[in-house]
C-alpha cells in the first residue's frame, strides 16, 4: 500500500509521488514455505545395476572377443523375442532330456546366462563362456587363420543355436516349452513336386525354421525374393523315365510361427575365389510383411476369420466402418492392416474366437546385417526394437538409438550394411 491505497499492477508510478528512502508496506497472506524434499535427487549412476539397466530403456551390448560380431548379432536379435527366454529361464542346470548330450545342454544354459546378464547389466557383456561352448558343440567356428580366430557366417550361426535350442527345450517333457521353439519359429510347408517330362506328382511336408529370399535381376522386394524361394528346381531319378530329370518343388505355408525368419540368400560359392561371394542388390522389406499369399488353401481358410476380427478393429480404431465376419479368399489377398502393435487388444470384437490367433500379418522386429562383400568377412550387427518402438543398433558393445526410417535403408545396393536375417513377429487377436 501506498499514501493509504492499493498500489495496482497497472499503476503510474510517475503520479505517485515516491521519495528516495520512503517506506512502502506490503500487505499479503504469506504461501505455505516449501519443504525441503524427504529423499534426495537419486542419480542413475548410483541406482542398482538392475535398475540402472531398466532405466536405460535396453539392454547391454556384447564385447566383440575376436571376430564374433557374428555371434554378438544373433545373440541380441534372438534376445529380443520374451518367450524365448521364458523358455530359457524354465530350463534345468543339471537334469539333461532323453537323447541330449552334454554339449547341447551346455550351449543351452550358456544362452539362458547369457540372456540374463544383458537383462540385468548396463556395462557391455563379455560372452566368454557362451563362446566356448558354441565352438565346442560346433567346432567349425573355432576356425583359425594365421593363429587368428576367423570370422563366421551369422546365418550358420542363428541355425545352429536355434537348431540346438529346439532339441534341448523341446526333451523337456515335463515343461510347457515342450512344443515351443515350434510354435516359436517353425514353419510346416506342403510342397507339389511335379515332372514336366514324365507327368509325375507328388507332394512333400516339412518343417523349417526360417524362409528364404533368393536374389535375383527380377527381385526388387522381399515379396518376389520369398516368391522365388518357393518355388525351386532339383534334379533327380525319375522312376518312370529310369534316369535323372528336372523337378519342379511348389511349397506352400500350411502352418505359421510366432516368430517368422527371413534370411536373404545373398552369399553364394565362387569357385574363381574360392569363398563366399555377396550379392549386392538392394531388395526393400516391409515394417509390416503379410504372407497370406504364401500359405496353403487349408491355412488360408483358416486365418479369414481372424483376419477380419482384426480389419474390424482397426476400422473401428479409425473410425470406419466395420465389415462382416467373413471374407472371401480374393478379399483375404488383397488386405493389409496398417497397425504397429503386434498384439492388439481386439476381444471385444469378437468374444467367440479363442486369444492369440496368428492372421498372417507380421512387424519387424529385428534385423541382422552385414557389411562387407564376403561372408567370412566384413562385420554383422543387430538392430533390435523395443518394447517402446525404439530402435536400437547393436554393434558389438556399442549400443545406439536409431531411427525406423534407418532400418528401412539397410536394403543393399552398396557397401553400407544390409540386411541378411529379418525377424519378424505375428500379429496376433
Known sequence: MVKGGILKDDADWSTLGVKDGQKLMMIGTADEIVKAPEKG???????????????????????????????NSTLQCLHSVPELKSALL????????????????????????????????????????????LRKKYPQFAQQQNNVYMQQDAEE??????????QTL??????????????????????RVHCAESGEVSSEAESVYSLKCHISHEVNHLHEGLKHGLKTELEKVSPTLGRTAIY???????????????????????????????????????????????????LKQKLQAPRQVLRDAEN????????????????????????????????????????????????????????GRSADSGHYVGWVKQDDGKWIEFDDDNPSIRKEEEILKLSGGGDWHMAYICLYKARTI
Open 41 to 71: 535427487p537419486v542419480f542413475v549412476e548410483d541406482l542398482p545395476e538392475e535398475e540402472q539397466a531398466a532405466a536405460l530403456g535396453h539392454s547391454a551390448g556384447l564385447y566383440n572377443l575376436g571376430n564374433t560380431c557374428y555371434m
Open 90 to 133: 524354465s530350463y534345468s542346470d543339471n537334469v539333461r532330456g532323453n537323447g541330449v548330450d552334454q554339449a547341447s545342454h551346455s550351449l543351452t544354459v550358456a544362452t539362458r546366462n547369457t540372456f540374463g546378464e544383458l537383462d540385468q547389466s548396463v556395462r557391455p557383456v563379455a560372452p566368454l563362456h557362451f563362446l566356448q561352448m
Open 157 to 166: 550361426c542363428w541355425t545352429q543355436l536355434i537348431y540346438t535350442l529346439s
Open 170 to 191: 523341446a526333451s523337456e517333457a515335463s515343461e510347457p516349452s515342450a512344443t515351443q521353439m515350434k510354435e516359436l519359429f517353425g514353419i510346416d510347408l506342403v510342397s
Open 248 to 298: 519342379t518343388r511348389e511349397s506352400r505355408i500350411n502352418e505359421l510361427p510366432r516368430y517368422l525368419t527371413v534370411q536373404f540368400v545373398r552369399f553364394f560359392w565362387k569357385r574363381e575365389s574360392n569363398q563366399k561371394a555377396k550379392i549386392l542388390r538392394k531388395v526393400d522389406y516391409p515394417l509390416e510383411l503379410d504372407v497370406y499369399d504364401f500359405c496353403s488353401d487349408e
Open 316 to 371: 473401428a480404431k479409425f473410425g470406419l466402418k466395420v465389415q462382416g465376419k467373413t471374407s472371401s479368399s480374393k478379399d483375404e489377398g488383397s488386405s493389409s492392416s496398417a497397425g504397429e502393435s503386434s498384439s492388439m487388444d481386439i476381444d471385444k470384437a469378437d468374444s467367440s474366437l479363442p486369444k492369440k490367433q496368428l492372421t498372417g500379418i507380421y512387424d519387424l522386429i529385428a534385423v541382422l546385417t552385414h557389411k
